[in-house]
């Protein structure tokens, strides 16, 4: 069975650092791999999706990569903002492409 | 605009008494989802429905029930057999692009039930 682990569970930095959030999956054969965004009460906002035979996909000043061998995807933030201050989590989708499995999130918090 | 719709936002139940979660999508998707968030745990799936009239279990569906009697819409009961039924739902959907799947779900804002 799947599962999808984030490290750090929090982290906080101060405005203007760039940042990589990690994430980790024991199964690598997946569909696709999805960043989202998640403010407090709200529901998941989709960052990026990266399918199975990319590498990376860029939005901005985000950046995710892809490694299906190692089973890791980072997200990277450039130049961070107190606005970017939120959870965010992973999830990869299986093979069959119709279950997602998500991690744990990372909580991250950009200070002034 | 296109999106997912979740209502209500915010529902508090008696024990005892079953409770409907709506979800409605106008994006034209096929696949449509139900999770679960707790604090502190990702989030669990309850159903899934990949096409009108046929859905699936997920990892937690004791205590639940689902229809899809339309392509727009798939609304979750909490019976009262769903032991802890505090949690924040939150309802998704598949994404196409030019007639393919392209594996990107998209999430509604959720609906923070409680039980008193």
């Known amino acids: 069975k799947q599962e999808v682990t984030q490290i750090p569970a929090a982290l906080s930095v101060p405005e203007g650092e760039n940042l990589v959030l990690n994430c980790s999956f024991t199964d690598s054969a997946i569909y696709n791999l999805q960043w989202f965004r998640q403010d407090p009460g709200k529901g998941l906002t989709s960052l990026l999706l990266?399918?199975?035979?990319?590498r990376e996909q860029t939005s901005g000043r985000l950046n995710a990569s892809l490694d299906k061998s190692s089973g890791r995807s980072t997200l990277y933030i450039a130049a961070s903002q107190p606005g970017d201050s939120a959870t965010y989590l992973c999830?990869?989708?299986?093979?069959?492409?119709?279950?997602?499995?998500f991690g744990g999130g990372t909580r991250l918090m950009v200070k002034p | 605009d296109g999106g997912i719709t979740q209502s209500p936002k915010y529902l508090f139940r008696k024990e005892g008494q079953n409770v409907t979660l709506s979800c409605e999508q106008n994006?034209?998707?096929?696949?449509m989802y139900w999770y679960r968030q707790d604090p502190g745990q990702g989030l669990r799936l309850i159903y899934y429905s990949q096409i009108v009239n046929d859905f699936q279990k997920g990892d937690i569906a004791e205590g639940y029930s689902v229809s899809r009697e339309k392509k727009e819409s798939f609304p979750l009961t909490v019976t009262s057999a769903q032991k802890n039924p505090t949690a924040f739902y939150l309802c998704a959907s598949r994404g196409r692009n030019r007639g393919q799947d392209t594996g990107e779900l998209f999430f509604g804002e959720g609906s923070r039930l409680t039980v008193l």
């Open positions: 990266i399918q199975s035979s990319q």
């Open positions: 994006l034209n998707h096929d696949a």
């Open positions: 999830a990869a989708h299986n093979n069959a492409g119709n279950m997602l499995t």
